[in-house]
């Protein structure tokens, strides 16, 4: 038997040996399945004999294939080392170039001299780019490890030298190559953006997840596609790297596979210095129910490990914590022997014929081509579950001094020495200078590298990573085909939630693009009223239904189904992201334009994921983001950490996100219908953010003309009832009512006439006039052309009193439009449990309060008196001395 246990030193040593001769010995001639089965039953007894074994989720610090169970390598590892070590020489070269002309412009270098071989024996032999005429795998690179992504495309042919020379220098010369994998900067090139720590993580899994949805309900045909991440050990102590893990295995991922970068560092330094962090994550994957495959010693150790008769090799590799394993790499040979196998003169006795030289080379398993060719054959070949793959390398491998020093990361100009050293023993033929100068090498096209790398490709059906967008084939339902929201609920109390309920169920039954819209819902289905669309298209669940729900027998039963339609996620809206991200891009990855709903707690979206939206963005996702419960007043009862008063403000801030917030289910059916055809059919490059409310009132049928200013922004809703206005009021979602309340409210005490407007986005009218100005800052010459917001609202005179159930900020994005005459009405400050009466009064959103703002307005402008004014704010109930909102 090859693999030798440690002895636990506080038992009866004879007896131990023993009882593992007589195992070994069973393994020998019985096999492991047999072995394991007298172990299992073992273990069953002793539990039935009330013995408590500790549950164990390690298993011995060494690999996982042991080295009798590899299978030879299959490429011609000299060319490969030659291919890794242009590849690295280039990275570098890159990196130490660009900082030397420009001090500071960063890039970094030890990531990727730690996961070169991890990414090389995937490039040669592993990533496929195709499989037939279907996409490939997907792979989320390291962000930190670009560079090396970079180089390889250098070596293909696909990038050029100029590139290099443009690396972080994306904005003066052409072509530039970007910091890190961002979609959005280099739409050919990266798919997905993963430098964020912890996104690449969660999105790889619901991924995977989405791969076997698209396949379960026939949109794509099933393929070995595999998912790649290869994640920063560093970066697994974000709670989005772990907090998945469990759905992975519960969906049976085996088109899934992690590798973790054991470097056991991070920026600062150890990941785990007073620990094991391969340990750590084998057995919260293992716990998981993952399929985990380590790889920490290379081949040089295993004929350590052969020629150790005791097994106290095998217990030494157990015993230090990770800072000292850095120290075994910093310090050299001298110090392994001395700080590692001395520790036991047996051990040191191991070693005596080894120099000090020899034992510092002595290679860990994340180096090593043979150990890694192996890890990555099991987990592809692995069935019924996702595979993590723990590979030990060292950050800043062959970087002499930077090798593993707590510095490392942050390392961009090498020295001269370390320079030439590289260059000399990975023998780079160019002149010492250009080595110091950080040049770039490309091989000759016909050289046996370059022949090699690219065939090894061509084998693999291409290069990568690669992005592409097919030809535009969509078509949006016209809006006709919303008849129904549109001719509004005759009288019926509706909100905009129901609406938009009803809009879903109607796309979901179009013939031609209801098999492409995917629900997605953190558990909020029945807080949106969605049962309906629950029955309808049934919610996706891999296995099937395997109980017969109890309430089978009502219309609404909880469907579950294999090829549901929905995605219920259950309480993760990271969680509910990473199918948002996977589907709203899935007109580039897979091929098949699927129209994303994600619908969720307002209060519980931008903020709660907002990094996970900004990756999205840069990845070019597509769909709909819907706010429900919205507003701060308009959800009653809920409370401070419930009541959203601000996405809006922060969905602001995503640069391709249009955010809305409509008032009447006819605005929202518009919006919609446009949004499919400027994503799906023009093919630009946005999402939408929509508030959705649950106050329920009458939605009235769409009036004439009012399409484009919906689109726009903003569209005078009712004019005023008799005679010009003197006041204008603006009201969004269920303050709109407010607002036309407030009209009332005027005219009939007051004498005052006032229009009323729908803003459905303040933040498209801004971004129009903001563009518009620029074009007019920039083109002095000619004709100043008019923003929208001035135009719309052309002859409407007297101040602008703004509500909204947002925060203040939000109307105030057109005060440099409307200077003097934007009065603000909003909801900063904390939410509070009460009715929407109350919160309203509290905000100072209520009708009462809007005719208050107007008549207070118009007195200091002299246009009404000032003593009446005063007195309506007492008919009004409104107490100027109450405390603000927005300090309460
Ligand atoms: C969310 C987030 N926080 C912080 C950073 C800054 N950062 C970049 S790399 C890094 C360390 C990465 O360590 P590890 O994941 O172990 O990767 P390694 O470079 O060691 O392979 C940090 C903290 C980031 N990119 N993202
Ligand atoms: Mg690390």
Redesign the pocket.
């Known amino acids: 038997m090859s693999i030798k246990l440690a002895v636990p030193a506080e038992t009866d040593f004879e007896e131990v040996a023993e009882w593992i001769e007589a195992f070994d010995q069973l393994v020998d001639e019985e096999g492991t399945s047999r072995a394991a089965n007298l172990v299992e039953a073992l273990s069953r007894r002793a539990q039935e004999a009330g013995i408590h074994l500790p549950v164990r989720l390690n298993t011995p610090f060494v690999n996982t294939i042991p080295a009798q169970e590899e299978e030879p390598y299959p490429g011609d590892r000299q060319l490969e080392r030659r291919i890794k070590s242009l590849v690295r020489w280039n990275a570098m070269a890159m990196v130490h170039r660009q900082n030397k002309k420009d001090a500071g412009i960063g890039g ?1 270098i ?2 990727y001299s ?2 070169a071989t991890l990414l090389e024996v995937g490039f040669n032999h592993f990533f496929h780019a195709t499989y037939g005429d279907q996409p490939g795998d997907f792979i989320y690179f ?4 670009s560079p090396g992504v970079y180089a390889r495309a250098f070596l293909e042919g696909r990038i050029t030298e100029q590139h290099l020379q443009n690396f972080r220098h994306e904005l003066r010369d052409r072509p530039g190559l970007s910091s890190y994998p961002h979609p959005w900067l280099m739409p050919d090139f990266w798919q997905f953006p993963t ?4 996104i690449s993580p969660i999105n790889a899994i619901y991924q995977a997840r989405f791969m076997r949805y698209l396949e379960n309900r026939d949109i794509i045909v099933e393929t070995p596609r595999k998912i790649w991440a290869f ?5 697994t102590d ?1 709670p989005e790297s772990m907090g998945s893990l469990t759905l992975a295995s519960r969906e049976k991922l085996d088109n899934l596979i992690f590798v973790v ?1 054991c ?1 056991l ?3 600062d330094g150890p ?1 785990r210095g007073n620990g094991n962090i391969i340990n750590e994550l084998e057995a919260a994957f293992r716990g998981a129910g993952w399929n985990v495959i380590k790889v920490i010693w290379g081949e040089d150790w295993d004929h350590l490990i052969a020629r150790d008769k005791s097994g106290l090799l095998l217990k030494r590799m157990e015993e230090d914590v990770d800072g000292e394993r850095q120290n075994f790499i910093v310090k050299g040979g001298a110090y392994i022997r001395k700080a590692f196998f001395g520790k036991y003169p047996e051990l040191l006795k191991l070693v005596a014929d080894m120099s000090d030289d020899a034992l510092a080379r002595l290679r860990l398993g994340g180096h090593d081509p043979l150990k890694i060719f192996n890890a990555y054959k099991r987990a592809v070949e692995y069935k019924g579950g996702p595979t993590v793959i723990l590979a030990r390398t060292v ?1 800043g491998y062959g970087l002499g001094s930077a090798e593993a020093r707590n510095a490392t ?1 942050q390392e961009k100009k090498l020295s001269d020495e370390t320079l030439a050293v590289f260059r000399a023993r990975v023998d780079i033929p160019i002149p010492e200078q250009a080595a110091h100068d950080g040049a770039p090498y490309l091989p000759p096209e016909d050289s046996p590298e370059i022949a090699y790398l690219k065939e090894r490709r061509r084998q693999l059906g291409g290069y990568m990573p690669s992005r592409k967008v097919p030809a535009v084939d969509f078509e949006p339902p016209p809006l006709e085909y919303f008849s129904e929201p549109l001719a509004g609920s005759k009288g019926r109390a509706v909100s905009t939630t129901m609406g938009f309920v009803n809009i879903l169920r109607h796309l979901l039954k179009h013939p031609k693009i209801g098999r492409l819209i995917v629900p997605i819902i953190p558990d909020e289905a029945r807080t949106f009223g969605m049962e309906s669309i629950i029955r309808q298209v049934g919610i996706y669940a891999s296995q099937g239904q395997l109980y017969r729900p109890h309430d089978q027998d009502m219309l609404l039963y909880y469907r579950e189904e294999k090829d549901g339609q929905i995605l219920e996620e259950g309480i993760t809206e990271a969680g509910s992201m990473g199918s948002f991200t996977a589907a709203g891009t899935a007109y580039s990855n897979y091929q098949v334009p699927m129209i994303p709903f994600f619908s969720y707690y307002s209060m519980f979206g931008f903020q709660r994921v907002g ?1 996970l939206i900004w990756a999205f963005a840069d990845a070019r996702g597509k769909g709909f983001l819907l706010g429900g419960t919205a507003g701060r007043t308009t959800l009653a009862g809920e409370g401070l950490q419930h009541q959203d008063g601000h996405s809006l403000v922060l969905s602001s801030t995503v640069p391709t996100c249009a955010s809305y917030d409509p008032a009447f289910v006819y605005e929202m059916a518009v919006i919609i219908q446009d949004g499919m055809r400027r994503m799906y059919q023009q093919g630009e490059d946005l999402f939408y953010y929509i508030t959705m409310y649950n106050e329920g009132y009458a939605m009235p049928s769409m009036p004439e003309n009012c399409r484009e200013g919906i689109l726009r922004g903003l569209y005078k809703y009712q004019a005023a009832a008799s005679g010009k206005a003197s006041v204008q009021l603006f009201g969004s979602g269920p303050i709109l009512n407010e607002a036309l309340r407030a009209q009332g409210i005027l005219a009939q005490k007051f004498g005052v006439q006032a229009d009323v407007w729908s803003v459905t986005s303040y933040n498209q009218l801004r971004r129009e006039a903001l563009a518009t100005e620029r074009w007019n800052r920039l083109h002095v010459s000619e004709p100043e052309k008019r923003p929208y917001i001035l135009t719309a609202l052309e002859g409407a005179e007297g101040p602008i009193i703004a509500a909204t159930d947002y925060m203040k900020v939000v109307p105030d994005q057109l005060a440099p439009w409307l200077p003097g005459r934007l009065v603000t009405l909003g909801t900063d400050g904390f939410g509070r449990s009460d009715n929407r009466e109350f919160l309203r009064r509290h905000f100072e959103v209520n009708a009462e309060s809007i005719a208050a703002a107007a008549l207070s307005r118009l007195a200091r402008e002299g246009n009404f008196k000032v003593s009446r004014a005063q007195k309506a704010f007492e008919e009004l109930g409104v107490n100027a001395e109450k405390m603000d909102p927005a300090k309460a």
């Open positions: 970094h030890s990531t730690s996961l390291q962000g930190h490890a430098v964020s720590m912890g994640v920063g050990d560093g970066e974000e970068n470097n560092q991070r920026l990941v950050k990361h990094d």
